[in-house]
């Protein structure tokens, strides 16, 4: 990782913005480059464009679309994006990323926003997807809560869990994919394969 790389790592870190986990990181980016036909990604939360800059940096001619709702993180992507001379090949949409439309076809969809609309957004993007494609979902196991209720006592978020292991299932069962779900890295990552 270049030395620029690593600031906006460390910078997200210390002021709590939550890029992706290392581990899950390095998962993420073996899977494209194990994959070659990857090229046009779509990620669904670009945060401060950490996890978007890494996927271009790969391939040449990788084009992403990555959505963001908060104007703020996304003001900060375009910048550190353009930094890295990348500002040609991810394209930055500030906006909730369900309402968000393309007649795009992608290679990988990469789900790394509200955890609670992951439904929502394979269903809106499957129509974005071609057989052979698939969708990436990070945080399946949020923080370890989602196979372990007693690590939390907030209300919001055993509710939120229930909402995650509720999609969890669903995408297990789901026909349409065929499905991995990885507990062990990151923070629980599932590949679905569009079948
Ligand atoms: C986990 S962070 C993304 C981290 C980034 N993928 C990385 O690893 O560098 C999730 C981001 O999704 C954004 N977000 C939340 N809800 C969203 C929505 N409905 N549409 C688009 N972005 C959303 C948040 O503002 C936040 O910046």
Known sequence: MNEQLQKIHDQARQKDVPIMLDGGMEFLLAYIREHENIRDILEIGTAVGYSSIRMALLRWDMQIDTLEINPDMARQ???????????????VHLMDGAQFETDRIYDLVFVDA????YRRYMEHFLPNTMKGSVFIFDNLAFHGIVDNEALSTNRSTI?????????????????????????????????????
Request: hydrophobic content about 40%.
């Open 77 to 91: 992507a375009v910048e550190n994006i353009a930094r890295h001379g990348l500002s040609d090949r991810i394209h």
């Open 114 to 117: 509200a955890k609670s609309q």
């Open 159 to 195: 509710q939120m869990m229930h909402k995650i292991r509720k999609f969890r299932e669903h995408l297990l069962e789901d026909e349409r994919f065929d499905t991995i779900y990885y507990p062990d890295i990151g923070d629980g990552i599932a590949v679905a394969k569009v079948k």
